[in-house]
C-alpha cells in the first residue's frame, strides 16, 4: 500500500515558515499585503476567494478585495490594475480568471507587473519560469507540485519524471520547475504515443491531464512517486477525484497525492509565501 | 549508413521562401532591414556579422551596423537600443553577446523590444516560445534545428526526442518549439542519471551539450534522427567536431547533421526569415 502524501501536513509546515517571515516583516515596518480582483461572482471564485482570505488572516496578511461587476468595461479593469500596481502597500495581486468573454484576458494579466503577480499569469511570470531570470512567480498550483515533494523529501536530481500535461497553469511550468532541481523531464500530452511506457520508466509521475481516472494500473510500476494534480467530479461515486485510479495506484506505486486532499490542499498556502516573498523584496 | 541532412540544401529552400516574402513586402512599400548591433571587435561576432550581411543582401533585406567601441557606456548603448526599437524602418536587431564584462548585458537585452528581437534574447520572446503567444521570436540556432527536420520531412508528432542540454539559446527553446509540434520531449542535461537509456529510447536526438563527440554508439540506435548542434575545434582532429562521434553514429542511425555544414548552415537563413517576418507584422 502505498505511502499517502497529504498535502495537509506540508501545508502546515510551509505556512508556519511564512508566519515567521510575515511576523519578521512586521517587525521591520512592512505589512504584506495580497489584493483580489474579481470580475463577476463565479461560484468557484468566490470559494477560492475565502479559502484565502481565511488563509490571509491566519497568516497575519493582510487582503484588499477589489471586486467588480460582471458588465464591467475594459478600461475599467485596466485602471484596477493600475491603481495595485502603483499601489506600494500592496505586494500581491491575484485575479482570477476566466474573464467574462468581452473582456481582453491577456491585456488584462499583461497590465499587472510581474513583481507582483503571485499566480504566474504575466508573460513576465512566465520568462521567469521559463528562464530562472527576472521578476515574477510560477502558478501556484505547479509550486504546489514541487512544495509536496520537497515536503515528503522525495528525490528529483537526476531522476526521471514524467508530467502528463502541458498547460500554462500547471504542465509546463511544473516541468520547467522539475528541472530546476535537476529532474529529467518528459513532458506528455494528447498527442504522446506510448504514453504507458513513458510513465512506466519515470521516477515520478505529475499527472495534470484534466481527465478523470485515467492513469491507472497498466500506467505505474513499483517504487514510484505519484503526484496527482487533476480533479474532477465523479458522476458515478458523487465525488471529487483526481487523475489516477486512485484504488488501483495504491496498489502499486511507492507514494501517492490524494483528490481531494493533496496538490489542492496547497494551493492557498503557496499564495501566502508568494506574497510573503514579495514584500521581501519590496523591502 | 546513415542519410546525411546536410543544412545546405533546407538553408536555399528557406532562403527562397524568404526571398519571396522580402519582394512581395518591398512591392508593398516595405523595405524589410535587420539591424545588427556591435560592441567591440570579437572575431566570432565579426564572422556571423559578415555572413549575416551576405546572407540579408542575396535576400534583399537592407541592413544598418550599429557599432560601439569596447569601453562604451552602459548609457550608450542603452541610447543605440532605444533609437534603434523607435526607428520604424528597422525591423530586426541582432545584438552580439556576450557583451564587455563591465555592461550590464541583462539591461541590454531586456531593452530591446520583443517585437524586433529576432534572435530572441528578450524575456519577452522567452515568454513566447514557452507559452506559443505575444510578441517575440526564438533564438535562430534553436529554429535551425526545427528547420532542419522539417526540410528533411523527419516525423515529430507523437514522436519521442530527447534535446541534451538545457541552455537558453539551444536546449531549452528547441524543446519548447519540438513540443510545438506535438513531440514528446525529454530534456537531458549534465545532472541527468542513464542518459543512454533516454537517447536510446528517443526517435530523435537534439545533441547541445557543448562537448566535442560526447554521443556515441552506445547512446544511439538504428532508426534515429540525430541532430547534432554542438561545434567545437578538435586539437587531435585540427578540424571543427560537434557533440556526436560522427564516424561511429552514421554507422549506426538513420539520419544525421553533420558538423560543420548541417545545424550551423541554416542560422542566418533563420535570421533572415526571422526579419521578413517581423516585417511583415509591422505592415
Redo the contacts between chains.
Keep these: 500500500m502505498a505511502e499517502i502524501l497529504k498535502g495537509a501536513p506540508a501545508a502546515k509546515a510551509l505556512n508556519a515558515e511564512t508566519l515567521q517571515r510575515v511576523q519578521d516583516l512586521r517587525a521591520s515596518g512592512v505589512v504584506p499585503k495580497l489584493a483580489i480582483l474579481r470580475v463577476g461572482e463565479r461560484p468557484d471564485d468566490v470559494a477560492y476567494e475565502t479559502a484565502a482570505m481565511k488563509r490571509c488572516a491566519s497568516l497575519e496578511i493582510e487582503v484588499q478585495r477589489v471586486l467588480l461587476p460582471t458588465d464591467c468595461g475594459q478600461d475599467e479593469l485596466l485602471s484596477a490594475i493600475d491603481a495595485l500596481n502603483r499601489d506600494e502597500s500592496v505586494h500581491g495581486v491575484l485575479m482570477f480568471r476566466p474573464l467574462p468573454k468581452h473582456l481582453d484576458e ?1 491585456a488584462a494579466c499583461e497590465r499587472l507587473h510581474p513583481s507582483k503577480d503571485v499566480d504566474g499569469i504575466t ?2 511570470s ?6 530562472g ?2 521578476a515574477g512567480f510560477a502558478p501556484c498550483t505547479a509550486q504546489a507540485v514541487l512544495e509536496l515533494l520537497r515536503h515528503y523529501e522525495i528525490p528529483l ?4 519524471v514524467a508530467v502528463i500535461g ?1 498547460s ?1 497553469v500547471i504542465g ?1 511550468p511544473a ?2 520547475l522539475l ?1 530546476g532541481e ?1 529532474a ?6 494528447s ?4 504514453l504507458s511506457e ?1 510513465t512506466r ?1 519515470a521516477d515520478v509521475v505529475v499527472a495534470a491531464l484534466g481527465k478523470a481516472e485515467t492513469i491507472g494500473a497498466d500506467d505505474l510500476r513499483a517504487g514510484q512517486t505519484v503526484v496527482d494534480v487533476g480533479i474532477s467530479f465523479s458522476e458515478e461515486k458523487q465525488c471529487l477525484v483526481g487523475d489516477v485510479d486512485f484504488d488501483a495506484a495504491s496498489q502499486i506505486v511507492a507514494a501517492l497525492s490524494p483528490v481531494p486532499g493533496g496538490v489542492g490542499s496547497l494551493t492557498t498556502a503557496i499564495l501566502a509565501s508568494h506574497v510573503a516573498q514579495s514584500a521581501e523584496q519590496s523591502e
Tied chains: 1, 2.
Design positions: 491577456n508573460s513576465g512566465m520568462a521567469k519560469v521559463y528562464s531570470v527576472g536530481q537526476g531522476k526521471r502541458r500554462l509546463r516541468a520547467m528541472m535537476n529529467t523531464v518528459t513532458l506528455c500530452h498527442k504522446t504515443e506510448n513513458i520508466s
